[in-house]
């Protein structure tokens, strides 16, 4: 089953390689701009150690228990990140195993996790969630537009906790282009008060290409990578 399943991951990784030197080409933008981020979430351990050892060096997870079981069983150094939305009364934990937190979207959430990372002596790296959703229906999480420079003059205050860069989801059933311009749109009003904050984590399976076209310089990639999600995420 193992030799099957590297076998299996292997290609999908060719595949999505693939894809992303693609969209680099026709974003006339230098294929080592983009990093791809492997979304492990719902997925074993296992596979983690082989993704490793075919050269993936970030994971994503959006639980905070099945990161930290999955950490504890994976060999290989990797960095981690928390993708999905954080309650800050798991702040703490999650600071305890992630090296990067992606949806950050509000100053009490930044307070609780400048907290966590003072506790376990480690610096975090923050993207900021931005909100793509029509002003007023944020279903998907993410900082209003409006509010991103607020809030990163908020983050900049915090000793432990280090603004990398912004992070984003396409709103369901609109179209992905006209999301991400506004995202780059948005990050570049964040780089004038926040200039080291380059990174921009946009696109997923269905949509990656349209996120490298408009800066995407990580892609979040869970289905196309590992297949079918065996739990339902
Ligand atoms: C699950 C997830 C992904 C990966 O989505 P796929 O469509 O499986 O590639 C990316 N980003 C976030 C925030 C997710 O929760």
């Known amino acids: 089953m193992t030799q099957d399943r590297r076998a299996e991951l292997q290609r999908n990784l060719d595949e999505v390689n693939a894809r992303v030197d693609a969209a680099c080409a026709a974003a006339h933008r230098p294929r080592t701009d983009v990093h791809i981020l492997a979304v492990t979430k719902s997925f074993p351990a296992s596979d983690i150690d082989v993704l490793a050892e075919l050269g993936c060096t ?3 997870e959006n639980r905070d228990q099945e990161a930290r079981e999955k950490k504890e069983q994976v060999k290989a150094g990797l960095r981690w990140h928390m993708i999905g939305q954080v309650q800050r009364k798991k702040a703490k ?7 990067l937190v992606e949806a950050v979207d509000r100053p009490e959430l930044a307070d609780a996790l400048q907290l966590g990372a003072q506790g376990v002596e480690k610096n975090l790296d923050i993207l900021m969630q931005i909100s793509l959703d029509p002003i007023g229906t944020q279903n998907r999480g993410g900082v209003d537009r409006s509010q991103v420079s607020a809030l990163a003059e908020h983050i900049l205050t915090l000793s432990h906790l280090t603004l990398t860069g912004v992070m984003a989801v396409a709103p369901v059933g609109s179209d992905p282009s006209a999301a ?8 570049e ?45």
């Open 58 to 60: 970030d994971v994503g």
């Open 93 to 99: 934990q999650i600071a305890g195993w992630a090296d």
């Open 180 to 187: 991400f311009e506004l995202l780059a749109g948005a990050h």
């Open 189 to 233: 009003r964040l780089l004038r008060v926040a200039p080291q904050a380059q990174m921009v984590s946009a696109g997923m399976s269905a949509d990656l290409e349209a996120a490298i076209m408009h800066g995407a310089t990580q892609v979040r990639i869970g289905g196309a990578l590992l297949g079918n999600r065996p739990l339902l995420t």
